[in-house]
C-alpha cells in the first residue's frame, strides 16, 4: 500500500488560500504561514498531517496526494472543509 506524508494549510477563502500560495512561492516558509493562518488544528504544527493512506482523508485530498509531485504547493484544493494548500512531504 503506498504511504505518503503531508502538511496543509486550512482557510475559509479561496483568494485567502491563493495569496498564500504566492506568498509561499515567493520564499515565506509553509509551517510558518501554517500557524498563523491555519484554521485546522495541524496548523500549530505547521500543517504537518503525518502518515496516512489512501481513503484515510477526503477524496479531494487523496487526489492531489497520492498524484503530485513531492515537495510542491498544490491548491487551493476545496472540500467541505474550505479551502487547502497542500504539500506531499514524502510517499512510499
Known amino acids: 500500500m ?23 512561492e515567493a520564499g515565506t516558509d509553509f509551517a510558518d504561514a ?15 498531517l503525518g502518515e496516512f493512506g489512501p481513503g484515510m482523508m477526503v477524496p479531494e ?8 509531485d513531492i515537495g510542491t504547493v498544490q491548491g487551493p484544493v476545496k472540500t467541505q472543509f474550505g479551502y487547502h494548500l497542500l504539500e506531499v512531504t514524502s510517499r512510499s
Open 2 to 24: 503506498t504511504v505518503a506524508t503531508a502538511r496543509h494549510i486550512l482557510v475559509d477563502s479561496e483568494e485567502q488560500c491563493a495569496e498564500l500560495k504566492a506568498q509561499i
Open 34 to 48: 501554517a500557524k498563523e493562518h491555519s484554521s485546522c488544528p495541524s496548523g500549530r504544527s505547521g500543517g504537518d
Open 61 to 68: 485530498f487523496d487526489e492531489v496526494v497520492f498524484s503530485a
